[in-house]
């Protein structure tokens, strides 16, 4: 046992010596900060309070000279107050306040009023410019505690390779010293040593969730439930200290040991009820804290612990025979605790922060993806109306919003609002399938842009082009099977999505005038020439050019795949192939002809650019390939109707242009 007591005692040696290293380290940088010691000050006050009493002795015997204007004014002086004392007497009354400092009270045996200027309080923690102090005070701080961290670590390793102490003794110790330490940083924090005191209340907590660990699984002292009931009482002693100490560091600590619990007193085994369930109950207590102290480094480490326990139970445990009902259960119960907070702030008008925005977005996402991992492929009813249930949660999260004001960002509705269509649009391919699922996506993409130009409502219309998009790629990914010229399934679903874009097209082009005309929009169409100076129509007009050139894409592409089909059909021949070029370029030549004209009949320079640049494209195509690849009769044909409907374009942009002059 000699050699036990003689590292006992050189521990405590090493530990007290460092410790003071440290704390003499500080207090002569507090010293750097002080004017003077304590004595030294006490002697100097005295000197001070010596002086003033003769000084106003003195000009007691003098009498003021009366004041000069205005005559009828006169001061009265404040009444003098000033301690009982024995020695010396009490003197007359004083000059006005105007020509005296206003005397203080003093406390001190035998003083007489006096002004005493105040000492500089020293501050409370050293400054992060100050090089010095911020090495001294904090790095070393860090440093330090994980030395004696270290220390410990290697002297019990040392203890218990040469099995100087038995199992329950080593546990005592671990326990007695994460004890120590605790009213050790109270102790410090009292001498307002915050961030050395912070430091040793982690220190403490380690050292008791480690002894804990041990004697419940490394030596197996006492039982799990035992075990685990600790360690829940030393996370609720911590928080506890973060909440009268007000430290956000401190509650960090307490909810990291909080979330380090069930792995510590993990049994290998199922306890999906336990696991969970203390899980939620830290969660709402991370948010409760959070909430109340306003502190944003609690709910991302619970959240982040939260969800990283479930993946991890889910990959080892989860069987959706036995525990899908449960399970589901739980995640939805996660899922509105995570919410609750970011919700909360939009509601009372609180600005969401960066992080509120993330939470927001992630809990949502890892909630969708945890109902597609428990019930998709053969629960799709159930996981349909989940996602049509998010929706309907988010969008009244968004219609209970108060409307923001012109100095209040946008962000919470747009949020919620964004959530909800992401919610329901996945919900269409959950149920439908193959080409129902474009038809699905551009109809809800088209009532959300109408939606949005009807009632001016701008954070509905990127949705809505962003489900057109995805609608659009989709056909184009995954076409359905072609037919009869005209009347088959892809050419219909062409139309339908050809059909939402036009209504698009026609809400931007017609919006709600009622609405326009109560914001001084103007009621022009906005593809009508470029004298709109408002930024809204700006805007509408944009949409508008890329929506008109969506439709003509769109339309172009599924008549030349019918025509490419239709002259291609049969048996696979030269005589197909130069027919199916042909009919290509003359549909073409067509449809830019049929523009030309709707583009002058409208006055829309758009629809006329546009058919430019298309029989640009014509005549480039007949003249590298037609004309070498075609037969003769295909080669004349072509180069007739190409050559007809060029000229039939200059005829018209020079009467064009002869009438702007006449009429200029």
Same mark, same amino acid.
């Given at each position: ?175 007695? /010293? #994460?004890?120590?330490? %605790?009213?050790? +940083?109270? *102790?410090?924090?009292?001498?307002? &040593? $915050?961030? =050395? !005191?912070?430091? @040793?209340?982690? /220190? #403490?907590?380690?050292? %008791?969730?480690? +002894?804990? *660990?041990?004697?419940?699984?490394? &030596? $197996?002292? =006492? !039982?799990?439930? @035992? ?55 830290l969660g709402a207590a991370a948010l409760f804290v959070s909430w109340r102290k306003d502190w944003q480094t609690l709910l991302p480490l619970a959240f982040g612990g939260t969800y990283l326990y479930f993946w991890q139970w889910y990959d080892q445990f989860y ?144 949705f809505g082009y962003f489900l057109l998009l995805l609608a659009a790629l989709h056909l184009l990914s995954q076409p359905p099977a072609a037919g009869t010229f005209l009347f088959n399934e892809r050419f219909g679903t062409y139309l339908v999505l050809i059909a ?8 931007a082009l017609t919006p709600n005038l009622s609405a326009r005309a109560k914001r001084g929009i103007p009621l022009r169409s906005p593809l009508q020439g470029n004298h709109d100076s408002v930024l809204q129509s700006e805007t509408y007009r944009t949409e508008a ?120």
């Amino acid at each position: 046992m000699a050699p036990l007591f003689f590292i006992l005692i050189l521990l405590f040696l090493v530990g007290t010596i460092l410790s003071f290293a440290a704390f003499s380290a500080i207090r002569r940088m507090e010293s750097a900060i002080k004017p003077f010691p304590l004595n030294e000050l006490t002697f100097r006050v005295y000197q001070l309070e010596q002086k003033l009493a003769a000084l106003q002795k003195s000009l007691a015997s003098v009498t003021p000279p009366p004041p000069v204007s205005p005559p009828t004014v006169h001061v009265v002086p404040e009444p003098h107050v000033a301690a009982e004392l024995p020695e010396p007497p009490r003197p007359p009354q004083p000059p006005p306040a105007a020509a005296l400092p206003k005397p203080i009270p003093s406390t001190t045996p035998q003083s007489v009023p006096h002004t005493v200027p105040t000492p500089l309080k020293p501050s409370r923690e050293p400054s992060a410019a100050d090089l010095e102090s911020l090495i001294g005070g904090r790095w070393f701080n860090r440093i330090g505690i994980i030395a004696l961290l270290f220390a410990v670590s290697y002297f019990l390793k040392l203890a218990f390779d040469n099995n100087w102490i038995g199992p329950a003794g080593r546990v005592a110790i671990g326990i007695l /010293l #994460g004890l120590l330490m %605790l009213p050790w +940083s109270d *102790w410090l924090l009292s001498r307002d &040593y $915050t961030y =050395f !005191s912070e430091g @040793i209340a982690g /220190l #403490g907590e380690a050292t %008791l969730f480690v +002894s804990v *660990w041990a004697g419940c699984q490394y &030596y $197996t002292l =006492f !039982s799990r439930q @035992i075990g685990f009931i600790a360690l829940v009482l030393v996370t609720a002693i911590m928080a506890f200290l973060a909440l009268r100490r007000n430290s956000e560091r401190i509650a960090f600590l307490s909810l990291l040991g909080g979330l380090l619990t069930p792995a510590l007193m993990s049994s290998g085994k199922n306890e999906q009820v336990v696991l969970f369930s203390y899980l939620l109950l830290l969660g709402a207590a991370a948010l409760f804290v959070s909430w109340r102290k306003d502190w944003q480094t609690l709910l991302p480490l619970a959240f982040g612990g939260t969800y990283l326990y479930f993946w991890q139970w889910y990959d080892q445990f989860y069987n959706r025979f036995g525990f899908l009902d449960s399970t589901l259960f739980f995640a939805t119960l996660i899922f509105f605790l995570f919410e609750v907070v970011p919700a909360a702030r939009a509601l009372l008008r609180r600005p969401l922060r960066a992080f509120d925005v993330l939470l927001v977005l992630a809990n949502a996402f890892v909630y969708i993806a945890i109902l597609y991992a428990l019930l998709w492929p053969t629960d799709r009813w159930p996981l349909t109306l989940l996602f049509l249930a998010l929706a309907i949660a988010h969008e009244a999260i968004a219609l209970l919003l108060p409307e923001p004001n012109a100095e209040e960002a946008t962000t919470p509705r747009f949020l919620y609002t964004g959530l909800a269509v992401t919610c329901f649009t996945l919900a269409i391919p959950v149920k439908l399938e193959h080409n129902a699922i474009t038809l699905a996506l551009a109809v809800e993409g088209a009532a959300l842009v109408w939606t949005g130009f009807r009632f001016l409502a701008s954070l509905l219309r990127p949705f809505g082009y962003f489900l057109l998009l995805l609608a659009a790629l989709h056909l184009l990914s995954q076409p359905p099977a072609a037919g009869t010229f005209l009347f088959n399934e892809r050419f219909g679903t062409y139309l339908v999505l050809i059909a939402s874009l036009a209504v698009c097209l026609w809400s931007a082009l017609t919006p709600n005038l009622s609405a326009r005309a109560k914001r001084g929009i103007p009621l022009r169409s906005p593809l009508q020439g470029n004298h709109d100076s408002v930024l809204q129509s700006e805007t509408y007009r944009t949409e508008a050019a890329f929506l008109t050139i969506a439709i003509n894409f769109f339309a172009l592409l599924a008549l030349s795949q019918e025509f490419w089909d239709f002259f291609g059909a049969g048996p696979h021949n030269a005589s197909n192939s130069l027919a199916q070029h042909l009919s290509i370029s003359i549909l073409w030549t067509v449809y830019a002809a049929l523009l030309l004209v709707l583009g002058a009949q409208r006055q829309w320079p758009l629809l006329r650019w546009q058919a430019l640049i298309l029989l640009g494209i014509v005549v480039v195509k007949v003249f590298l390939y037609d004309l070498s690849f075609l037969d003769r009769a295909y080669r004349i044909l072509s180069f007739f109707i190409l050559g007809s409907a060029l000229l039939a374009v200059s005829f018209f942009y020079q009467r064009k242009l002869a009438r702007d002059r006449t009429n200029s």
